[in-house]
């Protein structure tokens, strides 16, 4: 049997007997997709996975490792779930930063990457992040013959594209080991963009659902509200999905198309906007709050999500229509206009998908009817003229993980080395304006003390080394090393991450957050949401490790503080899983802190009270019956000697308002 015929075997096993290749993959197999080095361009929804997948069965039957590199951490747990259901026979492992840095943590550099190294030798498939496979290949751990990168238009994303680009410098540098399959839907210059990678473009027009739109609504006004209910009301067009660029938007919209048809809002849970089928979803919400809303989506519980532009390349929701806001100042890129269109039907589900664009602009409508997608040219030559902290930070970094690349193979490197490395991938960047950044990059690197002279060349300080190992720049380096406190630190971080944002509001809203005070007040008066302080904490889950390493480690459960948000005396209640920070300050305050007090207690009750009231009947149930089991753990304090616990707050509460009033509140 041939490995096409064991493929298509496959397939039917896992997409049932009556699977068929559509015709966008039938032509982009014929045309050698499965063959060789290819940049792959079908609509949005047209199979191009599955055509990449063929290829890579080819050489793991072949006994030859794979790389799959994600565009983001939320679709690589996703995808290792679902390689491991489709190439069955084969092991697909998942690596990622977090666990770079819980083994140097425990075991120090060497033996970290020697036990990665034994894991990742057996694996057949591995998943990582953009960042996560140039880390991969630039220390090492994994020696891929094929690597294929999904999403490769994330090369017009300026901060994870330099990433993005360094790491298709690392295949060139191995083309004569290293295979290349590259998948998109949106790209403006793709015969470009293949020619300078010497891949064959692969391309089809062919869309497994219609696609009907965009319906150009023009408003004048910025705020664009009532022309986006009128849409919803006068269109039987549902699920429907509404992008919007701001968290605030979302939230602000959501609420009103409630009020507007009868809804009282204020207060609404979570649980509610959905039982009402119409939800808002951004990165601020909790992990927990994200996956409630998309998978009430996906069972087509919401009619109407407003949703932020993330969510077009973040996860798999698909919808019948879908509305692109894009007014004023800061309007999406066109290619990222047609990747939310893209999101309009679904085959076996919706045969046609209707999208709608409402904006300000008579000029970007034009672009977008025209279908302008942006040309995509090096990220790093273009971003660097910027000259912004993102792009200090997001270049250096990737040039220290160029430099720890070329080091693994030769040593010291040479300006020719670091010249002919980058040579690798020069779209739209000419041989002078190349040297004269390159240059600079490595000009600030120096003044860093990341880089250092050495015979003629330049290699790595030993702070270099490792700031690259942890795939971080020069700015993350000089916050870690400096002699902040914690809070002005993890601030600073946050703020770098974001690029936006004010230091002192940040590091207030962290103040407060592991103070246990109220999630709406910190939102109100900071801007910060839970998710916010969720992805700081894992990030500094990974940084932490790098501070320690630099001499400045941050003080013990600060990090776990920031991802409970509690005070540290309430760590031992908030640990037990179903409390949480909020039912840990309620524990504390009906016994005062006298833990064998709570044991006395109806916890059950309390719990469901105190749920109830926020979140429903049906809910505080669910909480009354959890309680059991919190009371044994409860129980396993006490045994532990742990009778008594302090709140241990940093910060008052303000004057006239008691502890107990405001939990009852939250």
């Not at 993102?390 to 270049?395: G, N, S, Y």
């Not at 509690?566 to 016994?591: E, S």
Request: glycine content about 8%.
């Amino acid at each position: 049997m041939t490995w096409f015929s064991e493929f298509l075997e496959r397939c039917s096993l896992v997409f049932g007997e009556d699977f068929r290749l559509w015709e966008s993959q039938k032509e982009c197999l014929k045309k050698g997709a499965a063959d060789k080095d290819s940049l792959i361009v079908t609509p949005t929804a047209a199979g191009k996975t599955l055509v990449a997948e063929a290829r890579m069965f080819r050489f793991l039957r072949s006994g030859e490792q794979v790389l799959y590199v994600s565009p983001l951490i939320s679709l690589t747990s996703e995808k290792v779930g679902e390689f491991r259901d489709f190439f069955v026979e084969f092991s697909v492992e998942e690596y990622s930063g977090a666990e770079w840095a819980r083994l140097i943590e425990r075991y120090g550099e060497k033996d970290a990457r020697s036990i990665i190294r034994r894991r990742l030798e057996n694996a057949d498939l591995v998943v990582a992040t953009i960042e996560g496979a140039c880390s991969i290949l630039a220390k090492n751990l994994y020696f891929p013959r094929l690597v294929v990168v999904d999403e490769c238009h994330m090369l017009l994303h300026r901060d994870r594209g330099v990433y993005l680009e360094t790491l298709l410098k690392m295949c060139k540098m191995e083309r004569n080991s290293i295979n290349l399959t590259l998948l998109s839907a949106t790209v403006g210059n793709a015969g470009d963009l293949a020619r300078s990678l010497n891949l064959a473009l692969i391309s089809s027009e062919w869309r497994p659902t219609k696609l009907i739109g965009p319906e150009v609504h023009l408003c004048a006004f910025r705020d664009p509200r009532e022309t986006i209910f009128q849409i919803l009301e006068d269109d039987d067009g549902a699920p429907y999905l509404v992008f919007l660029p701001t968290r605030w938007a979302t939230e602000n919209y959501c609420a009103s198309f409630l009020q507007r048809r009868g809804v009282q809002t204020e207060d609404l849970s979570i649980e509610n906007y959905i039982r009402e089928g119409c939800a808002f979803h951004h990165a601020g919400l909790s992990y927990s709050d994200r996956e409630m809303i998309e998978e009430a989506f996906r069972n087509e519980e919401i009619a109407y999500l407003f949703a932020t532009t993330t969510l077009a390349m973040g996860v798999n929701l698909p919808s019948k229509s879908v509305i692109v806001v894009a007014t004023g100042k800061h309007k999406p890129l066109i290619t990222e206009v047609f990747q939310m269109a893209g999101r309009a039907g679904r085959p076996g589900k919706w045969d046609t998908g209707f999208w709608h664009l409402v904006t300000d602009s008579e000029t970007f409508a034009s672009r977008v009817l025209n279908a302008e997608l942006e040309r995509i040219t090096s990220p790093t030559f273009s971003f660097s003229n910027t000259n912004s902290p993102e792009a200090v930070e997001h270049i250096g970094a990737a040039e220290l993980l160029s430099y720890l690349c070329l080091e693994e193979r030769a040593g010291s490197v040479s300006e020719s080395d670091i010249l002919s490395f980058h040579m690798g991938f020069t779209l739209g960047v000419d041989l002078d304006t190349l040297v004269s950044t390159v240059s600079s990059i490595d000009e600030t690197l120096l003044r860093y003390h990341l880089l250092e002279e050495e015979n003629g060349g330049r290699r790595l300080t030993r702070h270099g080394r490792l700031v690259a190992s942890f795939g971080v720049g020069p700015l993350t380096y000089s916050i870690l090393n400096s002699r902040d406190s914690d809070t002005e630190r993890a601030a600073r971080l946050h703020v770098l991450q974001q690029g936006y944002g004010k230091q002192t509001d940040v590091e207030r809203g962290i103040i407060y957050w592991i103070n246990n005070f109220d999630e709406l007040e910190i939102k109100e008066s900071f801007k910060m949401y839970v998710g916010d302080f969720q992805n700081l904490a894992r990030r500094l889950e990974v940084l932490s490790t790098l501070a320690g390493a630099l001499g400045k480690p941050f003080e013990k459960d600060f990090v776990e503080r920031i991802r409970r948000g509690c005070t540290r005396g309430l760590l031992p209640l908030a640990r037990i899983r179903g409390v949480g920070r909020k039912f840990a300050l309620g524990i504390f305050l009906f016994c005062n802190g006298d833990l064998e007090k709570a044991l006395k207690m109806d916890l059950s009750r309390v719990m469901s009270a105190a749920f109830s009231r926020k979140y429903g009947i049906l809910y505080g149930q669910r909480m009354g019956a959890r309680a059991r089991k919190i009371r044994s753990e409860i129980e396993k304090l006490v045994k532990r000697g742990i009778k008594k616990i302090e709140l241990n707050a940093e910060i008052p509460v303000p004057v006239g308002t008691s502890l107990l009033d405001r939990w009852i509140r939250q």
